[in-house]
């Protein structure tokens, strides 16, 4: 018996393919404002920026619009206000609060996007309205596990008593900015692990080459679960090698 495929709102819950999942550049203040001669194009998501700058899964505009077709043809948004001119109104920071209709259920979703100054004249709006349905989508699931930091789900069995936890003393040594590229980067590997892709989320750690305290941080951010595929995979490539 052929296995029955999720329809409607249980279709949205669904994992993205991998082919769907597009990267983000996401760099500090300091790797952002460098130096012109500094940055590189980038052969990840084929933007120009600093060579170091950490890439974060995110699900595009038209793979969402797509999703949201597959599951209710005739979905809808529309903004909570209109302004006097009978347009969407947006707020004083430029963003826009709205209600996004799938299969006859709404959800509220809010979107901004900072503007630029090379910017095509409406396509700062464009990027608010992508950003509004990609927050409204997450509240019916969609591309949750690329939203969230932590694990969304845990076994109803504990960890045995014999497992040993990762100390976060390392992490506790870390400023602010250091913490949120390391929690950036155990966001990816999650992501990667989630969708089964292991030697992806090896590559991705590897990729930054982290020192040994900052690697030791990072350890503390993932559960034993992503510890143990890592280290599964790091004992796969050795074994190779040898």
């Keep these: 018996m052929s296995e029955t495929k999720p329809t409607g709102l249980a279709l949205l819950r669904e994992p993205f393919p991998p082919h769907q999942i597009s990267k983000l550049p996401k760099g500090t203040k300091e790797q952002n404002d ?31 619009t797509d999703r949201l077709l597959d599951a209710d043809p005739s979905w809808l948004w529309e903004p909570l206000a209109l302004g006097s001119d009978g347009l969407p109104a947006f ?67 504990p960890e045995p008593k014999s497992a040993k936890s990762v100390p976060a003393d390392e992490l506790s040594k870390q400023d602010a900015d250091t913490v949120a590229f390391l929690t950036e980067i155990a966001g990816n590997v999650r992501s990667m692990i989630v969708r089964k892709d292991v030697a992806g989320a090896y590559d991705e750690i590897e990729a930054h080459n982290l020192e040994i305290e900052l690697k030791t941080a990072l350890w503390a951010l993932l559960d034993s679960k992503e510890r143990s595929a890592i280290k599964a995979e790091a004992t796969q490539r050795k074994q190779k090698v040898d």
């Excluded at 130096?35 to 990840?44: A, E, G």
């Excluded at 170091?52 to 699900?59: G, P, R, S």
């Excluded at 900072?114 to 950003?131: A, H, L, N």
Aim: glycine share 14%; aromatic share 10%.
């Design 34 to 64: 460098c130096d012109y001669s500094k940055k590189r194009k980038c052969n990840i998501c084929g933007g120009f920026h600093h060579p170091d700058i950490i890439h974060l899964d995110y699900v595009g505009h038209a793979a969402l």
């Design 91 to 157: 707020d004083k920071t430029g963003g826009l609060w709205g209600r996004l209709t799938v299969c006859g259920t709404s959800r509220i979703g809010y979107g901004n996007a900072q503007g630029k100054t090379y910017m095509d004249v409406g396509s700062r709006e464009k990027e608010v309205i992508g950003d509004f349905l990609r927050n409204a989508a997450m509240r019916f699931g969609a591309a949750l596990d690329l939203w969230h930091k932590g694990e969304l789900h845990v076994d109803d069995e």
